[in-house]
């Protein structure tokens, strides 16, 4: 493996955060400051080569082999290139990310691409809770980019996001697009309990869901052009991650109509 | 020089900087995203009198349009940005978005955008909503058969040409036409150009200024069959008719490549259909800024 390699030393006993690994990793004396980068969160200082064995260079490819979901921050203001992750990661991964793609080969914890700005994050695995969520004080949550995950996420996905894509290929949990400003959020799985409440713009798609808040009213089946285009898009973007293109005809709820009610649920199963 | 028969003038077609852009109008099927693109491109057949230049480029697979329906790619050309883009807004708003099952997308890559949405887009009264995708943003304006889709910008290009012709002069009226029709058609297959006369050819060659205060333009008397004993005339005798070919296009080198095919096509029929001479209008060089000489073409 080429690039910057960080190996799991041991099994980690506590938290630690790598969201400042990026930019450290970016600066032109990485190599010998990298294994010196504070990631503890605790009263102990740990230092990142404390934890892993640091080798290779910065470059645009960052591999973490071995991690748990003890480790948090991870690929936090990717501004281009590629990390990859083997093994699970705690909250927060991908914060801030602007640019490139991040794999993480396991599940991640709640938080995942919270101010997602652009770029790819796949995880093989689940998500937690507040998947592209703003986080409290913050105006947005994620404002672009594409997440995909191939199990489930917890609930609140979406909270204030604005723009972007998050493809979940298993169920997404209760109150998925609550507040959400504009975006997607796309489940082969279905949705959990009260899918958009407070929803103002974006698009919630999916099989069903749990149960439907009464302030979202139904518009019919519709074969829309803009879920075309969306199809072609993923296709394009994800590749094999894509999720299965839309049936011809979804059924459109309009809502949430406690607010302006310009967003949308699209239920492919009419 | 004759070619095939055919003398080839020693001149050139003079034409000029334009600025241009390029629309992909997609439908439900081939014939509805023609009829919405044809619609668009009525009376754009000069910017001095239509405000802009428009045609249609080629058909686009389905397989090629963002939302994977038949389309047809459209290109739009005027003096400058600034005239452009009512055009287009105009055009969009009364053919494209009025067109059963219509969506329009950007058809031209380019770094300078006109904002191809402002306007249609308001149509929606407040019901529209943006999704972008990507880099690329669109928007659902809701109509009477479901959404119009409509991207927010296109690609504006200032390196545009306009004004690439051909003049081909015979001496059978209905052989010259045919024998125009196929340099037409031979001209459709270059991208990136239009042809935005109807049918491609142009009757009425003009000449710069009239007698009549206020008319920029007037029939090109020098080759009007009719006049040829009253006026300094460029015909010869047995001239019938003269059919012009107006090209536009997104580059100097499409333009250039249009005229060299719409020039191999003419010639290869020769003048078994009537086809004498073949020429390019200019205003002595000194007007436009690209010039396209007839002998460099037939290389």
Redesign the interface.
């Known amino acids: 493996m080429s690039g910057l390699v960080l190996r799991l030393r041991a099994p980690l006993d506590e938290r630690i955060d790598l969201s400042g690994l990026v930019a450290a990793a970016r600066a032109p004396s990485a190599a010998t400051t990298l294994a010196r980068l504070p990631v503890g969160g605790g009263r102990q200082p740990i230092e990142l080569g404390d934890v892993f064995h640091v080798s290779g260079d910065g470059g645009d490819r960052i591999v973490i082999d071995g991690s748990s979901g003890l480790v948090d921050g991870v690929g936090a203001g990717l501004d281009g290139g590629e990390m990859i992750v083997e093994g699970d990661v705690g909250q927060g991964a991908a914060r801030g990310m602007r640019a490139g793609r991040l794999d993480i080969r396991g599940s991640s914890g709640h938080h995942l691409a919270s101010g997602l700005r652009g770029g790819v994050v796949a995880v093989t695995g689940s998500a937690g809770d507040l998947l592209g969520a703003a986080l409290p004080g913050e105006r947005f949550g994620m404002a672009?980019g594409t997440v995909v995950v191939g199990g489930g996420i917890g609930a609140r996905a979406g909270d204030r996001m604005r723009?972007g894509?998050i493809v979940v290929h298993g169920k997404v949990g209760a109150a998925a697009g609550a507040r959400m400003m504009?975006?997607?959020i796309w489940t082969d799985g279905g949705f959990g309990d009260g899918p958009g409440p407070l929803l103002r713009?974006g698009?919630l798609i999916g099989a069903a869901a749990a149960r439907l808040l009464a302030t979202f009213g139904d518009c019919g089946a519709?074969?829309?052009?803009?879920l075309?285009?969306?199809?072609?898009?993923l296709a394009t973007?994800l590749g094999p991650l894509a999720p299965r293109p839309l049936p011809a005809k979804v059924r459109r709820l309009a809502g949430d109509l406690a607010t302006i009610g310009?967003g949308e649920i699209l239920l492919t199963a009419t | 020089m004759k070619v095939n028969g055919v003398a080839i003038d020693d001149t050139f077609a003079e034409a000029f900087g334009m600025s241009g852009t390029g629309l992909v109008i997609t439908a439900d099927t081939a014939k509805w995203a023609r009829i919405a693109a044809e619609t668009m491109c009525g009376f754009g057949t000069s910017v001095i009198g239509c405000g802009a230049e428009c045609g249609i480029d080629r058909e686009v697979p389905a397989a090629e349009t963002p939302d994977g329906r038949p389309g047809v790619r459209v290109l739009l050309f005027g003096f400058s940005p600034d005239s452009l883009l009512p055009q287009l807004r105009n055009r969009v708003g009364q053919c494209v978005l009025t067109s059963p099952g219509s969506a329009c997308f950007n058809g031209l890559d380019a770094e300078t955008t006109l904002a191809l949405s402002a306007g249609p887009r308001f149509f929606g009264d407040g019901w529209q909503t943006a999704k972008r995708l990507g880099k690329r943003r669109y928007w659902r304006v809701p109509v009477m058969d479901g959404e119009f889709v409509i991207e927010d910008k296109c690609g504006l290009t200032t390196d545009g040409v306009g004004g690439g012709n051909l003049l081909l002069i015979g001496s059978d009226r209905a052989g010259l036409l045919e024998t125009t029709e196929a340099a037409v058609a031979a001209i459709a297959k270059i991208p990136d150009v239009i042809t935005p006369f109807p049918g491609g050819i142009v009757r009425s060659g003009s000449k710069v200024g009239s007698k009549y205060k206020g008319a920029v333009a007037s029939t090109n008397d020098a080759f009007c069959p009719t006049l040829r004993g009253a006026t300094r005339s460029e015909l010869e005798p047995g001239t019938i008719a003269v059919l012009e070919i107006v090209i536009d296009g997104l580059t100097s080198a499409a333009v250039a490549s249009a005229m060299r095919a719409g020039l191999a096509a003419a010639t290869s029929i020769g003048t078994a259909k009537g086809l004498t001479r073949i020429s390019a209008g200019n205003y002595g060089g000194k007007l436009g800024q690209h010039h396209y000489h007839l002998k460099d073409l037939l290389a």
């Open positions: 672009g723009r894509t504009g975006g997607t713009r698009t519709h074969d829309m052009v803009v075309r285009i969306l199809n072609r898009h973007t310009k």
